[in-house]
């Protein structure tokens, strides 16, 4: 069994400015998440350790980097699903956590829930010694701009979807090479959003689902129109009956575009090793590493390569 | 013929009052319970109501009632607090809206629609639903309002060093549910809960999210589930049971296979209510008992065991 790491940085209208760090940024954590792999690693831990990657890096919507509330608040969303139990575990609404993809796969295997939200997340976080960080230090300058600017003009986040510059979530999808497949997701969620506002990345089969008999999704685009479909499940009940990952996700992008007018992006393995990266937004930043090629893309159609030692 | 048959299956609203072991002593109530609340949404419906206005005047009615675990008589969490999860969805146009965590809000299933309603989101969470449901001006009901003496009871029977969880779990796993069909067709769903006995405080379980706790499409049908709510979200249930109404099964057939394979690949028990936009509806369970009514052409269906199926006039006061 050959072991396969896709990751995305968000589907949405990457400005140019922005272009060439998500692409980097999604090359390093694919390398972060493959290299786990190929020192026998699970699923698990290498889509946990992509997804951190991500979180650290300032330019994607989690952990440091994220989009700001209405109060001007980090407040973040993440969850992590093991494809072998069907075990899961997510955070939401979650502050002061750099890594919260860590903090949630902390909920799968420490507590007997599945998903902590708000203070209690936090509190969970204290009681396991999982460490905090100073608010603001999650916080860009980028960030910090865009926020001052929409409560100069009061523009909502309705208006923000129209204009498609909605900043969006990363997430990581693995199988190892016992065949385990697993999926992670992580966003700071939509810009000047409600305090206490919850989108599809920690809910299971929204933002992601993973299960060793079928594949795994991470998912990224408008939070509410993705919960309307359950686009992860979704995607896999088409590789269910029959349909490849990639017309899969297509189908299922184009059914929520179709019936709730509601763009975005999906990643896709299967337990046999097929992958896809598909998206109906402007952009999305994707990496994947299957033997020992990197693949990666950001336009649509576009699939560069380059040898993942060199 | 075929029309007049379709009318006289619309509208018609089912109702759970939560799927697991309800003691003895308690089931006359959970029966009634479950009875009236059909009663309730069946009457909007009949008043030219929406199925979405029933399903929440029926959850209304089982939060309002001590009896059950949601609203008023929800479970308390570790450190004796009630917080509470709640979901509606529009199978019209696929919105929704939830709410997870709140405190001291007698009706989590109506903050719920507002969230669906009034805000460009789909849930909001703990202190950020608080804050909205004051800018909504919903009153805040005391803590105390919510605690029955059942609950306290249960809660500190659990907090004992050497209490049977299992146990203590029985006869209060349940949520409660409401799936509709309105005269136009509509579908939706509505699922309440205080979720599970001694939860660690911010536990959020399957009733708030979509596709687990419910789902509700009026292409394939609705559904609101039961159970233990983390092995609902392993195999996320409502959508579940829906995807196999789109491969063409019945209403009861895809329940039966959805809440089968929970069982066998997780081992998991629990309990729906189903209807698809023709107004078939099945109850079904894989627990021991779950409370349930459903009301449709004048006539009210109830039952709490495997294969119980009661019939009465609606308008039979008993």
């Known amino acids: 069994m050959s072991a396969v790491l896709v990751v995305h940085g968000g589907a949405w209208a990457i400005p140019e400015e922005l272009a060439q760090a998500s692409v980097d940024g999604v090359k390093t954590a694919a390398r972060e998440g493959s290299s786990v792999l190929r020192s026998g690693g699970s699923a698990m831990a290498a889509v946990e350790a992509a997804v951190r990657a991500l979180e650290d890096n300032a330019v994607f919507n989690a952990g440091h980097g994220a989009t700001l509330n209405i109060d001007g608040e980090v407040e973040l969303d993440a969850m992590i699903m093991d494809g072998k139990t069907l075990a899961s575990g997510a955070v939401s609404s979650v502050k002061d956590i750099a890594n919260p993809v860590s903090l949630a796969r902390a909920v799968m295997e420490k507590t007997s829930h599945a998903m902590l939200t708000g203070r209690g997340a936090n509190l969970f976080a204290e009681s396991i010694g999982f460490s905090t960080v100073p608010a603001d230090s999650l916080v860009s300058e980028f960030e910090r701009k865009e926020w001052e600017l929409r409560k100069k003009y009061m523009k909502g986040v309705a208006e923000d979807f129209k204009l498609k510059l909605a900043h969006d979530t990363v997430g990581a999808v693995a199988l190892d090479c016992a065949g385990n497949v697993a999926c992670a997701t992580s966003t700071g969620g939509i810009r000047n959003k409600m305090v206490g506002r919850v989108g599809d990345s920690p809910i299971i089969g929204c933002g992601g689902y993973a299960d060793n008999l079928i594949g795994a999704v991470s998912c990224t685009g408008h939070g509410e129109s993705i919960l309307k479909v359950t686009l992860a499940r979704l995607i896999l009940s088409h590789i269910e009956r029959g349909k490849s990952v990639s017309e899969a996700s297509q189908l299922s992008l184009q059914t929520m575009g179709d019936r709730v007018q509601g763009a975005g992006g999906a990643i896709v393995v299967s337990p046999s090793g097929e992958w896809a990266a598909t998206f109906t937004t402007e952009r999305m930043a994707w990496a994947a590493v299957e033997h020992d090629v990197l693949w990666f893309g950001l336009e649509p159609n576009e699939k560069q390569k380059e040898m993942l030692h060199q | ?318």
Request: overall charge negative.
């Open chain 2, 1 to 318: 013929m075929l029309l007049s048959q379709v009318t006289e299956m619309l509208p018609v609203v089912l109702v759970h009052g939560g799927a697991g072991q309800i003691p003895k002593e308690r089931s006359q109530m959970s029966t009634s319970g479950v009875c009236s609340a059909a009663r309730s949404g069946y009457l909007v419906l009949q008043g030219g109501g929406s199925s979405m206005d029933a399903v929440v005047e029926a959850v209304t009615q089982l939060e309002n009632n001590p009896s059950f675990n949601a609203g008023c008589g929800s479970v308390l969490n570790i450190t004796g607090e009630v917080e509470m999860d709640a979901i509606v969805m529009d199978g019209k146009t696929l919105a929704s809206g939830a709410v997870s965590a709140v405190r001291n809000i007698a009706n989590p299933v109506q903050l719920a629609r507002l969230v669906m309603e009034k805000t460009s989101h789909a849930c909001l969470t703990a202190e950020g639903a608080s804050k909205f449901a004051r800018s909504m001006g919903v009153p805040e009901v005391p803590q105390e309002s919510l605690i029955t003496d059942y609950s306290r009871m249960r809660w500190k029977k659990n907090l004992v060093p050497d209490a049977n969880p299992v146990e203590c779990q029985m006869g209060k796993m349940g949520t409660v549910g409401a799936v509709a069909v309105d005269a136009e067709g509509n579908v939706a769903c509505a699922t309440s809960t205080g979720g599970m006995l001694n939860k660690m405080e911010g536990r959020v379980g399957d009733t708030p999210c979509i596709g687990s706790g419910g789902y509700a499409d009026n292409l394939v049908g609705a559904v609101s589930t039961t159970g233990h709510g983390e092995t609902i979200m392993k195999v996320t249930l409502a959508r579940l049971i829906l995807f196999h109404m789109e491969q063409g099964q019945s209403a009861e057939a895809a329940s039966d296979l959805g809440l089968a394979y929970m069982k066998s690949r997780v081992g998991g028990i629990g309990g729906v209510v189903t209807v698809d936009p023709k107004g078939n509806w099945a109850p079904r369970f894989s627990s021991l008992q779950m409370a349930w009514a459903a009301a449709q052409n004048d006539t009210l269906h109830y039952g709490l065991y495997t294969g119980e199926h009661f019939t009465q006039a609606i308008d039979d006061p008993h």
